[in-house]
């Protein structure tokens, strides 16, 4: 009964394709987000939605879209994509905006060569 | 702008004793602050969460301070275990705003 999922779980691209990492929570949470931990371990947000409307967009390169086809999913899309886009990128879910507690998906690890 | 930081350095203490870990902030007036415990190729996983009117709060082993005077909260893990040894993030938000990480502090505990 995983709370919040991510897939896939390594990726492994070369420079320039175009890929895509996938977010499904099953806790009923209005907010879902997108974040980016370097090597460093410096955990960042790049998105957050709320019911399905964007509501928190880091300076993030444009090549990054997400997608909220419903609540429950919120996709990264990544075009073009650069070797600094390596890194673990972590979906998470809280009950609503703001509302403390934010539960983690297990992360993807992306690896662009 | 913001800024919050936590022990660069892991932190590695013996079994049984109390584990306290340190996360300041700058240039932020947060309403409220959270500890989380990442372990390697793991997500984050949600320990506590204060609000700037606490000034302490505990849940079984682990105890939070927040100070928005000094700007500076403390996370103390008493009777430490070796299963205790993870990385420890604090994380900032004022209310609907986004939550802000800190770097994360490794604690290694032995036997």
């Known amino acids: 009964d995983t709370a919040v999922s991510q897939t896939p779980k390594y990726l492994v691209t070369q420079m320039g394709n175009d890929k895509s990492i996938k977010c499904e929570q099953n806790?009923?949470?209005?907010?879902m987000y997108w974040y980016k931990q370097d090597s460093k371990k410096f955990l960042k947000i790049m998105f957050s939605?709320?019911?399905?409307?964007?509501?928190i967009n880091e300076t993030v390169p444009n090549r990054f879209s997400p997608k909220s086809p419903d609540k429950a999913h919120l996709n990264l899309h990544i075009n073009s994509l650069e070797l600094g886009d390596s890194a673990v990128y972590f979906c998470?879910?809280?009950?609503?905006?703001?509302?403390?507690?934010?539960?983690f998906g297990p992360g993807t690890r992306l690896t662009v060569l | 702008s913001q800024k919050i930081e936590q022990n660069s350095e892991a932190l590695n203490i013996q079994e049984g004793k109390t584990a306290t870990l340190t996360c300041n902030y700058t240039?932020?007036?947060?309403?409220?602050l959270q500890w989380y415990r990442q372990d390697p190729g793991r997500g984050p996983v949600f320990l506590l969460l204060?609000?700037?009117?606490?000034k302490e709060k505990r849940k079984e082993r682990l105890k939070v301070t927040f100070d928005t005077t000094l700007k500076q909260s403390l996370f103390h893990i008493t009777a430490s275990q070796p299963a205790d040894s993870a990385t420890y993030l604090c994380?900032?938000?004022?209310?609907?705003?986004?939550?802000?990480f800190g770097t994360g502090t490794r604690l290694q505990v032995f036997p």
């Open positions: 998470a879910s809280s009950k609503s905006q703001g509302e403390g507690e934010q539960f």
């Open positions: 806790l009923g949470h209005d907010t």
């Open positions: 939605y709320n019911n399905k409307e964007l509501i």
């Open positions: 240039n932020y007036s947060p309403a409220y």
């Open positions: 204060i609000r700037e009117n606490e």
């Open positions: 994380a900032l938000a004022r209310n609907t705003d986004k939550l802000i």
